[in-house]
């Protein structure tokens, strides 16, 4: 197991596509095992091998209040199961600091193949919902920062881009 970096915005390798995982084997095993690990260490409850420059569909998640029902989505699809739309305080691991409101359809439908390559089907809503929405966009190259307004945005990039260079 390895903790891995993860990106933080506006770096630019967040805006990768990431490519579909043809065959689920012990290497994809392996990198979902060190992002459970990384998502665990820092702590969220939310990670796509994007933030961890590895462009391929593969998101780990674990909403529990003690870290036990970790969820794995390889090559996740998602579509709105209802016209209502909620908003929620979003935040990101590459987005440290920063928590926004987002609006997303609050019921979806996902498909996606399990850790053996078993494809599944689940019915989501609430933060669920809400994190698999904002997981999915990661493997598309999409951030919740760039569902705010330009001004917030600029903002949140200026104040990173200064930590960074603070960090260096
Ligand atoms: C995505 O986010 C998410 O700013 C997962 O300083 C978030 O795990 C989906 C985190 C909210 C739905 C709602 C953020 C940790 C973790 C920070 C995360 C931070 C430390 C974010
Ligand atoms: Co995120």
């Known amino acids: 197991m390895a903790i891995l970096n993860i990106l933080e915005f506006p770096d630019s390798r967040l805006r990768t596509i990431a490519k579909p995982v043809a065959q689920v084997d012990d290497s994809i095993r392996q990198l979902i095992d060190d992002m459970f690990e990384t998502m665990y260490e820092a702590p969220g409850i939310g990670l796509a091998a994007t933030q961890v420059n ?3 569909r593969v998101v780990v998640m674990d909403l529990s209040e003690d870290r036990s029902e970790p969820l794995v989505f390889i090559n996740p699809e998602f579509v709105p199961l209802t016209d209502q739309i909620d908003q929620y305080q979003e935040g990101c691991l590459s987005v440290p600091g920063f928590y926004e409101n987002v609006d997303r359809p609050q019921k979806v439908k996902i498909n996606a193949l ?10 989501a809503e609430g933060l ?5 929405q904002h997981e999915c966009d990661h493997l598309n190259g999409k951030l919740f920062v760039d569902y705010l307004s330009s001004l917030k945005r600029d903002r949140i990039k200026k104040k990173l881009e200064k930590l960074h260079r603070q960090q260096a």
Do not use: T, Y
């Not at 669920?128 to 698999?132: E, N, R």
């Open 114 to 123: 399990d850790r053996d390559g078993q494809p599944f089907e689940m019915i």
């Open 54 to 56: 590895v462009h391929k």
């Open 128 to 132: 669920l919902a809400v994190c698999i």
